[in-house]
Every structure is written in structure tokens, then in C-alpha cells.
């Protein structure tokens, strides 16, 4: 899931065959087990400031460029989502310590059916567009159906369970779902669309990218921009919602500008000039010694590192299974077993990462040890379609941590290569079928790939010591989405955001519906009709235990194909900025949530 809900409702007379759909009430939040971290009459999230003061100005870099602003179609390159996540609202939100439940945003009640039938959103009265229009339900079902009709591949699978949308009355709109489905979270998943408005796009293309400001109902407005240099965002003083317990106490600044960077270590100058207010860091070297100056030692620009609770992204060397050589899981293996991570956190990271372990990482839903309970009951149903030693060894990635254990590896490498088909001539290791040695190449995006050619450097020499040559190119950040959109590689340097609470997208990244449709989030090209029934697993639970199995099982599956190698993440976000602004102090592990902070003097 990438974000959460649930509800009852009224009788109603639907005509599709003159069926009756079950009694439901009206909810104040959609809560995925039923329970919500906040009560129905809460005034504000506990971790803002419900009386932080409006105005001022910050600015932030982010990297590439742009020439679109729907960040939900397959062509052109989006602006990062900034427009739509600050102009657009949706019809509700979730919170950092609640991420299981939908509160009220554009709908301000919803309803679900004890069978679970469908979803409705009662729209709120005072929910309008920038233009003074009200948002309606017309305009939820438009939103929806672009996205559905015109958008990525990835929303076809991601609402596949509804089976209609249907306007009850202006302000009031319902999704049915298909019979029989039992998919928990897509009340949730629904309640967080952004909504268009219809009217704005009529004589448009939702499918063409476009640079025309899409007319929206959220905090901000754009102001103005310049592709391939920045993005400027107003506050809207009229903003509908200001006062609703979901956004009280958010988004304070008066302008949010984005620059644009090619290349991160150069925001580190543009922070110091005074050219940006705050960035994050994503090379532990320059947190380590990067920030040694006067500006940081008299405390202009602080230096913090912010705790979070959210799922680790996902960052690896993905390979592409479509490629003839990476087909036996063995020859995955043998390459994971060359990569030293432990070097690279000692020499280069400074210790500051832990290993991702899991697809899973830091949502407490990782597969551990041997299956046990819940979990191995469910591996059990595919005992026949399953390796025995998914039942029997615990997932483990390779440890570096002494010279010894690195030959062992290489060592273990040269035999599941030899497994495979391949062996030595004239030192390279080669495919005794065909006669082809094992070549690869990695693609890196030029935005951070140049942190990325230091930890290759000792991949590389590894592979080179059992006859594997690998080559690692960096590519200008449009040409690689291009290039894994079209799955135009060998391996890359890929990187998957991962929800707190896994649920449909999982069918979109690993599934096998998803695996030869262009542009979708599946460039692994993953076939594998056990994860294809785990997943389905995980959307269908009923039980929050076991949904929290079908998850660890998923995990353990994927682990044991070698479908990628791991890289690591940090516990915290490192957050340096510019001592002009102040943050709510909270208990709640927010990491870096600037629509949270406020200027020390708003002027």
C-alpha cells in the first residue's frame, strides 16, 4: 500500500440487475483493522505545531529536469510530483504515526458496507478549486478514470478490484468493487487519489505532458518556473482546508521553491553560498567531513540527523532477468557473492548505514531466521513449487567482514557459476554452451552516480578475480528512465520506494502481469507464480497477523531468487540547514518533514 483505510453503510437500490447493496453508516476516518491513532473530534496531528506562524520562504534543491507536470503518465519527465502533492488535494490523508488509517481531507465522511461492496467519499461542502469552483463528485470520477484510461500501466493493477464508480449525487461518489474481491486496502488506496478538476481539462490530453499548470485545490499554487532550473509555489491565503484538523499547523512558508541540480555534491556549495536553505545528505563521506567551515562551527547552517520510522527505500543492483544470463538463479548469486558492502561502510560510508536485508527494510515485516507459525504454513501450500532450502537456511547475505570470508565467497562464487555452465578459458569465465564470457553492464544514474564509482571500484576488482568483467556507466538521468522504462540494460542501479504497509503495488513491482509491460515498476521483468499468489495473500488478508505473515513469506521468496542485490539505508535522514527555521518538538520519528517547519521571524 502507499498509504490506508476502512467503513459501513445505507441501503441503496443500484441498477445493474436491481441489486441491493448492504447497510453502511458514515465513518469520520477509514482505519485498516478498525482501530485509529486519532479519535474523531482531533483538533490537529500530535506532531505539529497547530499555531506555527505563516510566512517566509524556503528553498530546496532537487536533481534532473523537467518537462511535465503529471507525474502519473508514462511520457515525459514529471517534476518530481512537487505540483500535484502541493496544489492537489486528495480526498484524505494518513498520518506518520498512523499510517493505517485515512482522515478527512476533500471528504470529510466515508462509508464502507459490512460486506465490503464498496467505498463511498461524502464530499466536503466547503472543498473548492483555486478558481472558486467547488469540488464535486464529477470531478473525483474524472480523476480517477485518467488515471485508469490514460495513465502509467502501474493504475490499471493498482484499482484492477473496482468494478465502477458511480455518482450518488454531487458531493457524493461511490466505488464498487468486483465480486468476490476481498482487497482490504483499496479504500484506502482510493481515499488518497488527487483529484482533478474536470472542467480544467476539457480540450486537454491527460495522457500528453504538458506545462500547463493543472488548476488545483491544495496549500500552494504555482507561482512560476523555468525548466531545468526551478519550480516556485505560493501559499494560497484562501486555502479551503487551513483550519481542518489534517492541515492545521502545515504548510507555513509563504513560497516553496525547488532548484534544479544535476549532481548533489554541488547543492553542498549552493547550501553554504546561501543559495538553498536546506538539503539532504546522501553521501556519508561529506556528512562525515564536508561540513568542516565557520558557516557550520558559528551556527548559521546546523547539521541534524533527523529520526525516522518510515520503510527504507529499497536501493540495489537490480539485474534484468529477461537477459539470458541472469536467468539461473545460480549466476545471480555467484555475482551478489563478489559484492563487499562491509569495505565499502567501513572505508567509504563511514558506518553510518546498515545493510537492507529484506525487500522489506524497516517496517518490521522483514523475514528472519527459519519460517515459523502463520508464515510457514502459508509456504507450505507451495512446498511443491518451492526449494527445499527456503524451509531449511535463513536468509543470509554474504558477510565481508575479513579477507577470509571474501575468498570464501569468491571461492562459493566460482562453484554455482561452474553449476551453471560456465568455468575458465583463458581466464574468463565462460558459458561452455555457447562460448560467451560473462560480461556486465551497470547502469548509474549521473545525478548520484558519481558516489556510486568508489563502491563499484572493489565490485569490480572482485568479479575480475573469478573472470567476470563488469563495466559501470553513468548515463544522463532522462536516458536512464528511458533505458528502464524500455528494460534497455543488464544490471542498474535501481532504487524502490516501500511502503510502511505492502499491499497492491506489490502486484505492479513483482508481479507477473506487470513483467513485459513497458514503463512499469516491474523492470526486474519478475515471473514467479508463488510470488504472484503471495501477493494476493497480502491483499486479501483479513487479519492483521496474517497479512504481517503473507508479508515475511512474500519477503523470504523473493530473498531466495536473488533478484537483486540489497545495498543499505540510514536510520536517520541527515538534514543540514540554514538556523532561520524552527520544527515542532514532538516524540513522533517524522524524518525530514518540511511541511512541518516555520520561520523563526515569519516576515
Request: no cysteine; net charge positive.
Amino acid at each position: 500500500m502507499l498509504r490506508t483505510t476502512i467503513n459501513r453503510f445505507f441501503w441503496t437500490l443500484l441498477f445493474a440487475g436491481w441489486s441491493f447493496s448492504a447497510v453502511a453508516e458514515t465513518l469520520p476516518y477509514l482505519a485498516l483493522y478498525g482501530k485509529a491513532q486519532y479519535p474523531a473530534d482531533f483538533t490537529n496531528f500530535s506532531y505539529v505545531n497547530p499555531d506555527a506562524p505563516k510566512g517566509g520562504r524556503m528553498v530546496m534543491p532537487t536533481y534532473g529536469t523537467f518537462d511535465n507536470f503529471n507525474p502519473f503518465i508514462f511520457k515525459g519527465i514529471s517534476d518530481g510530483g512537487y505540483t500535484v502533492s502541493l496544489t492537489l488535494d486528495t480526498l484524505g490523508v494518513g498520518a506518520v504515526n498512523d499510517i493505517a488509517t485515512v482522515y478527512p481531507l476533500l471528504a470529510k465522511e466515508f462509508e464502507y458496507p459490512e460486506d465490503k461492496s464498496y467505498v463511498g467519499f461524502i464530499l466536503d461542502e466547503r472543498a473548492k478549486f483555486h478558481n472558486g469552483k467547488p469540488v464535486l463528485a464529477k470531478d473525483v470520477i474524472f480523476s480517477y478514470k485518467a488515471l485508469v484510461e490514460k495513465g502509467q500501466p502501474f493504475y490499471k493493477v493498482y484499482y484492477a478490484d473496482v468494478d465502477r464508480v458511480e455518482e450518488v449525487n454531487d458531493r457524493h461518489v461511490r466505488f464498487y468493487f468486483k465480486k468476490g474481491s476481498q482487497n482490504r486496502e483499496l479504500p484506502l488506496i482510493l481515499a488518497q487519489m488527487s483529484i482533478y478538476s474536470e472542467d480544467d481539462w476539457v480540450g486537454k490530453d491527460f495522457s500528453e505532458p504538458s506545462l500547463v499548470p493543472p488548476l488545483g485545490s491544495g496549500p500552494y499554487v504555482l507561482d512560476k518556473f523555468e525548466v531545468n532550473k526551478f519550480i516556485q509555489f505560493k501559499r494560497n491565503p484562501d486555502y479551503w482546508a487551513k483550519d481542518l484538523p489534517t492541515r492545521k499547523g502545515m504548510f507555513n512558508f509563504d513560497e516553496l521553491r525547488y532548484d534544479y541540480y544535476q549532481d548533489t555534491t554541488v547543492t553542498l556549495q549552493a547550501l553554504f553560498a546561501g543559495n538553498i536553505d536546506a538539503r539532504e545528505e546522501y553521501i556519508a563521506k561529506i556528512w562525515a567531513v564536508g561540513y568542516d567551515n565557520d558557516i557550520i562551527k558559528s551556527g548559521k547552517v546546523l547539521k541534524k540527523d533527523i529520526k525516522h520510522n518510515n520503510a527504507a527505500p529499497l536501493q540495489n543492483f537490480a539485474f534484468n532477468l529477461r537477459k539470458d544470463k541472469f536467468k539461473d538463479k545460480r549466476v545471480r548469486q555467484a555475482i551478489a557473492l563478489a559484492f563487499n558492502f562491509e569495505w565499502a561502510n567501513e572505508n567509504l560510508f563511514y558506518k553510518q548505514y546498515t545493510r537492507i536485508a529484506s525487500f522489506f527494510p524497516n517496517t518490521g515485516m522483514e523475514a528472519t531466521g527459519l519460517p515459523q507459525g502463520k508464515e510457514r504454513e502459508i509456504l507450505e501450500k507451495y512446498k511443491d513449487k518451492l526449494e527445499e532450502s527456503i524451509f531449511t537456511e535463513a536468509p543470509r547475505l554474504p558477510s565481508h567482514r575479513t579477507p577470509e570470508e571474501t575468498r570464501k565467497n569468491l571461492k562459493k562464487a566460482v562453484k554455482l557459476l561452474q553449476a551453471a555452465g560456465y568455468d575458465f578459458v583463458n581466464g574468463k569465465m565462460t558459458n561452455l554452451a555457447t562460448q560467451e564470457p560473462l560480461t556486465i553492464e551497470v547502469l548509474g544514474n549521473s545525478a548520484n552516480g558519481a558516489a556510486f564509482t568508489r563502491v563499484m571500484l572493489p565490485f569490480i576488482a572482485n568479479l575480475k578475480k573469478i573472470g567476470i568483467k563488469m563495466k559501470f556507466r553513468n548515463i544522463e538521468p532522462s536516458v536512464f528512465k528511458n533505458r528502464l522504462d524500455n528494460f534497455d540494460f543488464e544490471m542498474a542501479i535501481a532504487g524502490f520506494n516501500v511502503s510502511r504497509m505492502p499491499g497492491n503495488e506489490q502486484t505492479e513491482m513483482w508481479g507477473s502481469a506487470s513483467a513485459d509491460v513497458r514503463g512499469s515498476y516491474n523492470i526486474l521483468g519478475l515471473k514467479n507464480p508463488v510470488v504472484d499468489e503471495l501477493i494476493k495473500g497480502i491483499i486479501s488478508a483479513q487479519r492483521q497477523e496474517d497479512y504481517e505473515a503473507y508479508v515475511r513469506a512474500l519477503d523470504r521468496v523473493l530473498l531466495h531468487g536473488w533478484y537483486l542485490i540489497p545495498h543499505w539505508y540510514s536510520p536517520t535522514q541527515r538534514v543540514a540547514y540554514w538556523n532561520k527555521f524552527e520544527q515542532p518538538q514532538t516524540t513522533v520519528k517524522t524524518g525530514f518533514l518540511p511541511q512541518t517547519w516555520w520561520m523563526k521571524e515569519a516576515k
